[in-house]
């Protein structure tokens, strides 16, 4: 975070890189919500890894059922929305079945 820009001001986008990817370290084998920014396209699986600036992330369901269960290497800054469960908080439904897991 100690990037600045010419003017002397903190550059925003390492500080949102590094609280993002601070936020899914500390939620490792948690459930996670992903809408990425190419397709739109959404992942929903377990948390495995943040290295450098990229999620490592199990996909229980996709919008693409092809892709469902396979590992996926997301760069934080493609990330445009995500939810991560977590204690007290609401869980992420079951989308192919239409219930809560």
Known sequence: ???QLGSGAININDI??????????KHRGDKALLLIFQFPFLIIGEILD????YLLIKAEVTNVTELDDEEFRVHIDDIEVFYIEKKGKPRIPDIRNGRHA
Request: net charge negative; no cysteine.
């Open 1 to 3: 975070m100690e990037n």
């Open 50 to 53: 943040v290295v450098s600036d």
């Open 16 to 25: 949102r890189q590094a609280v993002v990817s601070r936020e899914f370290e």
